[in-house]
């Protein structure tokens, strides 16, 4: 359980700081769509997701600058020109698929 639990950690840190976590907008837009009848609870759901977007990404932005004037020559995309991150990506992405195709247990 604790490793499953690690493993879904690792994954959301991957997701959050990769582009592909914009299909999770379009999760969050059809739970909005649930709440259609109750237009003052959508607006509040849709509103803290909204103020979850925007200090999350001026937080990433601030750490960014402060790294930079601290010296570091960081930004987004260097951690995909290192083979070892690409590899172990791909590694992310294959086993979980390999365990629904029935092919990895982790008996």
């Known amino acids: 359980m604790l490793t499953a639990m690690l493993a ?3 994954g959301g840190i991957i997701l959050n700081l990769m582009p592909c976590v914009f299909p999770v907008i379009s999760l969050k837009a059809l739970g909005l769509l ?4 109750q237009a ?11 103020l979850g977007v925007l200090v999350t990404m001026m937080a990433l932005a ?10 570091a020559a960081v930004g987004w995309g260097f ?3 290192s083979p070892l991150v690409i590899a172990l990506l791909s590694l992310v ?5 390999l365990t629904c195709l029935a092919s990895l247990r982790w008996d």
């Open 79 to 81: 951690q995909l020109q």
């Open 40 to 50: 003052a609870s959508a607006r509040r759901e849709g509103l803290g997701f909204l």
């Open 62 to 71: 601030g750490i960014l600058l402060a790294a930079r004037a601290g010296g």
């Open 93 to 97: 992405i294959w086993l979980p698929r």
């Open 8 to 10: 879904a950690f690792l």
């Open 34 to 37: 649930r709440h259609q009848s």
